[in-house]
């Protein structure tokens, strides 16, 4: 099973940026997604942003596109989430996580994610 962490989460004040980062353990076969998620305190954990590889092909969360950023660097087996202008509603714990064989209607869907990471803590302060 393979190992996901993230790392980069801290404090930052409203309209401030931060890049996340996870690492796998292993580099995962072909046509797998890698997904960013949070979830907040008292709410559900929702879907972010996710990179579907080979293709490259990248999907939003309607409410965060054109401010997140999904990237990945393949030879250090590491996924990326930048994140810019962030608001007080951005304060989560952010999850990466991995998909096998997903199609496209599966992209966004939580629970089609086996592999996950432990979190990291990403707050904004007003």
């Known amino acids: 099973q393979v190992e996901l962490v993230e790392s980069g989460g801290g404090l930052v004040q409203v309209g401030g940026s931060l890049k996340l980062s996870c690492t796998a353990s292993?580099?995962?076969?072909?046509?797998?997604?890698m997904g960013w998620f949070r979830q907040a305190p008292g709410k559900e954990r929702e879907f972010v942003a996710a990179?579907?590889?080979?293709?490259?092909?990248?999907y939003y969360a309607d409410s965060l596109k054109g401010r997140f950023t999904i990237a990945r660097d393949n030879a250090k087996n590491t996924v990326y989430l930048q994140m810019n202008s962030l608001q007080p509603e951005d304060t989560a714990v952010y999850y990466c996580a991995r998909q096998l064989r997903p199609i496209t209607s599966t992209i966004r869907t939580r629970e089609r994610y086996a592999d996950w990471g432990q979190g990291t803590q990403v707050t904004v302060s007003s």
């Open positions: 990179m579907r590889w080979p293709m490259r092909q990248t």
């Open positions: 292993e580099r995962a076969s072909d046509n797998h997604a």
